[in-house]
C-alpha cells in the first residue's frame, strides 16, 4: 500500500510531530502532558511514516532498535532516581539545578525522569507496532 | 546508610536494563543476569544483618514525610525474605545456565526473570498497600511472559488459567484498596495499623478484609482457590517453575501475614477457626491430589498447595511460635521444594520425561542425584533432623500449647505422613525399582559434564541449606521468633515509619 498523497504529508508531519512530542514533554511538569503523552505522540508519526514508506524506512529513520529505546529508557529513568542517592538523599527525591536553562527553565531530575518514560513509551508502542505491521 | 533498602530494588531493574542492553548477546546477558543475582544476594544479607544490628529500618522514597512519601520498610521478617529469595534467585540464574533453550533466551528470558525479581523484592521491602499491588503487578507481569513463553499448547492452556485467576485475583485486590482508601483515607500500612487500633473495628472493614483474603488466597493458592497452580506450573519450562512455586505463592503469604498481623489483627483474631479450618482444608486437599498424580511436576506442584496450608496455619495460630515457625517453614519449604524441582529438572534432562511409569532404576545412573532428591524429600516429609521436622514441631507445638486447636494439629500430622508416602511414592517409583523394560530409562540422554554439574550445584546447594538448618536450627530459629515478635507488636514497625509512638 503506497499513497502519495500520504508519504508526501508525512515528510512535513513527522517532523511537526515529533517537535509537538517534545513540547508535550517538556510542558508535563506542571501542566497537561509529559513523558507518556510525548512517547505515544513520538511512536504515532513514527508509526505513521512506517505506513507512508514502509516497516524498513521506519527503521532506517529510528537508527535504534525500539528495543534499546526501551532499555536507554529504564536506564535514564533509573537514573534520575540513582542521582540522588549519590547525594545521600533518598531514591528518587527531586533535585533541581540551581540556575535556569534558557527554553527548558528549571530542570532537575523529574525532567530526566519524564526523559525516560519517554523513551521508555515511544519504544514499547513502536516495537509493537512494527512488529505487527512485519508480520503481515 | 539509609539507602540500603532500595539496593535490592535498584540491583534487579539495573541488571534487567543491562540484559536489554545486550539483546543480541546471550552470553553477555548470562553472565550479567549471574552477577546481578549475586549482588543482589549480597545487598540483601547486608540489609538483612542490619536490620538484626538497627531494628527495624525504614525510608521515604522521592524525600516527602509519611504517609505520602513511597514507604520502604524493612522489619525482621520482611529482611529474611528479600535474603531467601535473592538467595532463590541466584540458584536459579546458576541453573538457568544450563537448563534454559536458546529460544527463551532470544525472547527476553535473562531480564524478565530479573524483573520478576524486582516485584518480589518490591513486595517485601514496600509499606503501603498500593504499592504493594503495583510490585504485585511488576511480578505477575513478568510470570504470564515467563509462562506463555515459547508458545506451546499445553503452556498455553496452562498460561491462560493462570492469567485469569489472577487478573480475578488483582480486581479484587485492587478494588479492596480502592474502598479501604475511601474509608481510612490513607494507604500507608503503619498509618492504617495506627489508625484502625484507635477506632473500633466496625462497618465495612471486616468487609474489606474479607476481600484481602480472598485476593491474597487466590495468589497464595489457599483452598478452595488453588486450583488454577496445579494446571500451570508444571508447563513451564524448569527454572521457571522453580522459581515460580519457590516465590511468588510465598508472597501471597508474605501479604497476607503482613497485612492481617499488622492491619486487620482484630479481623483475623475473630476468624480463628475459620482460619484454621481454611488451613487444614488446605493442607488435606493439596496432599490428595500429590497422592493421585503420576507425574513428577504435577505431584509437586500439589504439594505446593499443601504447603501453603502449613503457612496458613501459623497464621491462623497467631501465637508467637506460630508465627515464628510459619516463618521457618517458609524458608524451609523454598528450599526443599525447590532442590526437589530442580532434581526432577534434572531426571527431565537426562531420560526426556517425568512420568513415573516410564520411569525407574535412576538409582544405578544417577546415585547423586537420587540421594539429592531423597534427602530434599525426607526434608519435604519433616523426617527429623531436617529442617521440615523443626518447622512442623513449632507449629504442632504451637496447636497443642493453645488447647483448643486438637483437630488442625491431628489434620497437620496426617498430611505430613501422607506427604511423606508421596513422597516415597516418587522416589521409589523414578529412583529405587528397577527400570522399566522399553522404558525411558534404558538410554540414559548424554549431558555433557559441564551442564551436568551447572545442574547439580544449585540443586546440592538447597539440599544442603534445607539439611544445614535442620542439624543447627537454632540461629535461623531465634531469627524467626524475633520477627514473629515483631509482627506481633508492630510498635518498631509504626514507630520507624512515621516517627511517633502509637
Redesign the interface.
Known amino acids: 500500500m503506497s499513497s502519495i498523497i500520504l508519504s508526501t504529508t508525512i515528510r512535513l508531519l513527522l517532523p511537526l510531530l515529533l517537535l509537538f512530542s517534545v513540547f508535550l514533554l517538556l510542558r508535563g511538569h506542571n501542566e497537561p502532558g509529559g513523558g507518556f503523552v510525548g512517547g505515544l505522540v513520538a511512536a504515532a508519526a513514527i508509526s505513521l511514516y512506517a505506513l507512508a514508506e514502509g516497516v524498513a524506512a521506519a527503521h532506517r529513520i529510528l537508527i535504534v532498535n525500539p528495543r534499546q529505546l526501551i532499555a536507554s529508557g529504564l536506564l535514564v529513568a533509573l537514573s534520575s532516581g540513582v542521582i540522588p542517592l549519590m547525594t545521600g538523599r533518598p531514591f528518587q527525591s527531586g533535585l533541581w539545578l540551581p540556575y535556569s536553562l534558557p527554553v527548558l527553565g528549571h530542570v532537575g531530575t523529574p525532567l530526566l525522569f519524564d526523559l525516560g518514560v519517554y523513551l521508555l513509551v515511544a519504544g514499547m508502542a513502536l516495537l509493537i507496532v512494527l512488529s505487527l505491521m512485519e508480520e503481515e | 546508610m539509609?539507602?540500603l533498602l532500595?539496593l535490592p530494588?535498584?540491583i534487579p531493574?539495573?541488571t534487567?536494563?543491562a540484559c536489554?542492553?545486550a539483546?543480541k548477546n546471550q552470553g553477555l546477558q548470562r553472565i550479567i543476569s549471574l552477577i546481578g543475582s549475586f549482588l543482589l544476594l549480597i545487598a540483601a544479607a547486608v540489609l538483612l544483618v542490619t536490620v538484626q544490628q538497627d531494628g527495624v529500618l525504614s525510608?521515604?522514597?522521592?524525600?516527602w514525610a509519611a504517609p505520602f512519601?513511597?514507604t520502604l520498610v524493612a522489619d525482621l521478617f520482611s529482611a529474611l525474605m528479600v535474603c531467601v529469595a535473592a538467595g532463590m534467585g541466584l540458584v536459579v540464574a546458576i541453573y538457568s545456565l544450563a537448563d534454559t533453550e536458546a529460544e527463551y533466551e532470544r525472547l527476553g528470558y535473562h531480564p524478565l526473570m530479573q524483573v520478576l525479581m524486582l516485584g518480589v523484592c518490591g513486595s517485601f521491602l514496600t509499606g503501603d498497600i498500593f504499592n504493594l499491588y503495583v510490585w504485585f503487578e511488576t511480578m505477575l507481569i513478568a510470570s504470564f511472559v515467563l509462562l506463555a513463553m515459547g508458545g506451546k499448547r499445553a503452556q498455553m492452556e496452562g498460561a491462560i488459567k493462570y492469567v485469569v485467576l489472577n487478573l480475578i485475583a488483582s480486581a479484587l485486590f485492587l478494588a479492596a484498596v480502592g474502598i479501604l482508601y475511601g474509608v481510612a483515607g490513607t494507604l500507608n500500612m503503619a498509618d492504617l495499623a495506627r489508625m484502625l487500633r484507635e477506632s473500633e473495628s466496625s462497618g465495612p472493614i471486616p468487609v474489606i478484609a474479607i476481600l484481602f483474603f480472598i485476593a491474597f488466597g487466590i495468589k497464595a493458592a489457599v483452598f478452595p482457590l488453588f486450583f488454577w497452580l496445579p494446571a500451570s506450573y508444571h508447563t513451564a519450562p524448569m527454572a521457571v517453575t522453580t522459581i515460580f512455586s519457590a516465590l511468588l505463592t510465598k508472597v501471597g503469604v508474605y501479604a497476607l501475614i503482613r497485612i492481617f498481623t499488622l492491619v486487620f489483627f482484630a479481623e483475623l483474631a475473630a476468624w480463628q477457626p475459620y482460619v484454621l479450618a481454611i488451613a487444614g482444608l488446605t493442607m488435606v486437599i493439596g496432599v490428595l491430589g500429590a497422592v493421585a498424580q503420576d507425574e513428577m511436576r504435577r505431584l509437586l506442584s500439589f504439594h505446593i498447595v499443601s504447603q501453603i496450608g502449613y503457612l496458613i496455619m501459623g497464621l491462623g495460630l497467631l501465637t508467637p511460635l506460630a508465627l515464628g515457625g510459619a516463618i521457618y517453614f517458609m524458608v524451609h519449604v523454598i528450599a526443599a521444594k525447590s532442590a526437589l524441582f530442580l532434581a526432577t529438572g534434572m531426571v527431565l534432562r537426562l531420560t526426556g520425561t517425568t512420568e513415573l511409569k516410564k520411569l525407574g532404576g535412576l538409582y544405578r545412573h544417577q546415585p547423586l542425584l537420587a540421594g539429592l532428591f531423597l534427602v530434599a524429600a525426607l526434608a519435604l516429609a519433616g523426617i527429623p533432623p531436617l529442617s521440615g521436622f523443626w518447622a512442623k514441631l513449632a507449629l504442632i507445638w504451637s496447636g497443642l500449647e493453645s488447647g483448643n486447636h486438637y483437630l488442625v494439629v491431628a489434620v497437620a500430622l496426617l498430611v505430613s505422613l501422607l506427604t511423606l508416602f508421596s513422597m516415597t511414592k516418587i522416589w521409589a517409583a523414578a529412583f529405587w525399582k528397577g527400570a522399566v523394560v522399553n522404558g525411558a530409562t534404558d538410554t540414559p540422554l548424554p549431558l555433557s559434564r559441564r551442564v551436568y554439574w551447572q545442574m547439580a550445584v544449585p540443586t546440592a546447594l538447597l539440599t544442603a541449606t534445607t539439611v544445614l538448618i535442620g542439624l543447627w536450627p537454632e540461629p535461623l530459629y531465634a531469627l524467626c521468633m524475633d520477627a514473629a515478635r515483631q509482627l506481633l507488636v508492630p510498635d518498631a514497625y509504626i514507630f520507624a515509619v512515621l516517627g511517633v509512638q502509637p
Open positions: 539509609i539507602n532500595f530494588l535498584v531493574l539495573a534487567a536494563v536489554l542492553l539483546w525510608v521515604q522514597g522521592g524525600g512519601g513511597i
